[in-house]
């Protein structure tokens, strides 16, 4: 059995099977992106190299990067139990330490 394949149109027209018309290739334009005030320092930046400059000066990532990742949430802490008192043991022990300090 011949596989077929299908083209769609992005202008809309009638779907065909592939080899059967003649295809258009061409080049496709990405404009550049518009400038942005960072919400950080307030300067303004301009196009995907201010952005990739802000990004590196501020150790940021874009949301749009982001996309796709298992989000995190109050209850998907993933460590052990014995994890977690160590944390907690440690957290309670530097606080005894700051604390101490003022009172030597």
Known sequence: MKRQVWVYPSDGGEPYEKGTQQEVHG???IPD????VSP???????GRAGMRDH???HNVVNNRDLVGLPTL?????Q????????SDANRKQTIINQVSQYYR
């Open 73 to 77: 949430t109050a209850q998907s802490d």
């Open 55 to 57: 990004n590196a000066r």
């Open 27 to 29: 080049v496709v334009f």
């Open 33 to 36: 992106q518009p400038d942005f």
């Open 40 to 46: 950080i320092d307030g300067k303004v930046y301009s």
């Open 79 to 86: 460590r052990t139990t014995e994890q977690k008192r160590a």
